[in-house]
């Protein structure tokens, strides 16, 4: 306790010194210029994985009335999974290879605290879900039954989750009952979000039903806090999508916000991301991965493994969907 303390003495020693000397290097003359006319103006902007223009739109909507970032995330990631049309998300997402439709989601806020749901059925806002979780419970992640017994004491609806269209191409693929990871892009539109509000906090969500005809009991890299996604407030944050077993074995996300942490853009730690993980499947073509990041700056980056991922970013400025570069041409 006294060591804590004083560590906290300590930490607030060293900030007063370190303000007083950025004071001291801005004086101009007799005029001593605030701190924060050194920094670059906070600047609101969300970012998803894919061309999400609905998700992004509604994210600002919250930013711009001066929301929180994790009211943003939040708000923008149910969209999609509202849309029944996107089949990779929520309602209307692709069942496991048994015929259960099984979501994944995480949520991460601007102090580090982070709520997950994995395996969770009959609930067509896993994000939300994982958010009670995170204000709710002493926990971060809750599974299956466990979860959605959560959700419904929370008030949630239980839903079938899924479609015709869903219903139909399972009970065709069960013809042949063929799974491959494949690196078809359409196959991959699971929503990553990242935001920074008005307080130039960040904060961030990611949600999938995950690889469409999993074996049963899968869980992907998604809902995983430091692989699907992660946020260091200080530093900026990271968010995945494609094959989820790649991300998780570098733990991507944290990865590459400990890469801007270092001194890298997000665009440069986005690559280095990429390749680490090409360096453990050399020569493997057969996977898609893009990440997408955001540092404390509002600055953005992706990178791929093949052509075929963007991201859509929504700011004042506009909003624009950036393809991105890849590892492979
Ligand atoms: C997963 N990363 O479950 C997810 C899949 C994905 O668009 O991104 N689909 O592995």
């Known amino acids: 306790m006294k060591r804590r303390k004083f560590l906290k003495n300590s930490g607030l ?52 009335a001066g929301g929180s970032a994790l009211d943003a995330v939040e708000q923008g990631v149910r969209v999609e ?14 069942p496991d290879r048994d015929g ?35 204000e709710e419970t002493p926990h971060i992640i809750l599974a299956g039954k466990g979860a959605e017994q959560f959700a419904y004491e929370q008030g949630f609806k239980k839903e079938d989750l899924f479609t015709e269209s869903t219903r139909k191409q399972y009970e065709e693929w069960k013809k042949t009952s063929k799974y491959e990871t494949t690196i078809n892009i ?12 008005k307080n130039g906090d960040i904060a961030g969500a990611c949600t999938t039903s995950g690889m469409a005809y999993k074996v049963a009991g899968r869980v992907g890299d998604s809902p995983i806090i430091g692989a699907g996604l992660f946020v260091d407030n200080e530093v900026g944050g990271a968010t995945a999508t494609g094959v989820g077993e790649e991300v998780i074995r570098t733990v991507g996300s944290f990865l590459i916000v400990e890469l801007m942490r270092q001194g890298m853009s997000p665009q440069e ?61």
């Open 186 to 197: 359409e196959n991959h539109d699971t929503i990553g979000m990242l935001a920074i509000d």
């Open 269 to 329: 730690a986005c690559e280095e991301g990429v390749k680490r993980i090409m360096k453990k499947n050399e020569g493997r073509e057969d996977f898609q991965i893009g990440f997408l990041a955001i540092n404390k700056q509002g600055e953005t980056g992706g990178y791929c493994v093949h052509p075929g991922f963007t991201y859509r970013e929504y700011s004042e400025s506009g909003h624009e969907n950036n393809t991105v570069k890849s590892f492979y041409s």
């Open 81 to 94: 999974e509202a849309d029944v049309t996107n089949e990779t998300v929520g309602k209307g997402g692709r």
């Open 100 to 134: 259960n439709v099984t979501l994944d989601a995480c949520i991460m806020d601007k102090d580090g605290n982070c709520g997950s749901v994995v395996y969770l059925q009959n609930i067509a806002h896993p994000v939300s879900v994982a958010r009670k979780v995170m």
């Open 13 to 64: 020693t060293t900030a007063g010194f370190l303000s007083t000397s950025i004071l001291a290097s801005c004086k101009t003359e007799n005029k001593i210029e605030p701190e924060s006319a050194t920094l670059p103006p906070i600047r609101p902007v969300a970012v998803c994985t894919w061309n999400f223009l609905n998700a992004t739109a509604k994210a600002w909507e919250v930013l711009d």
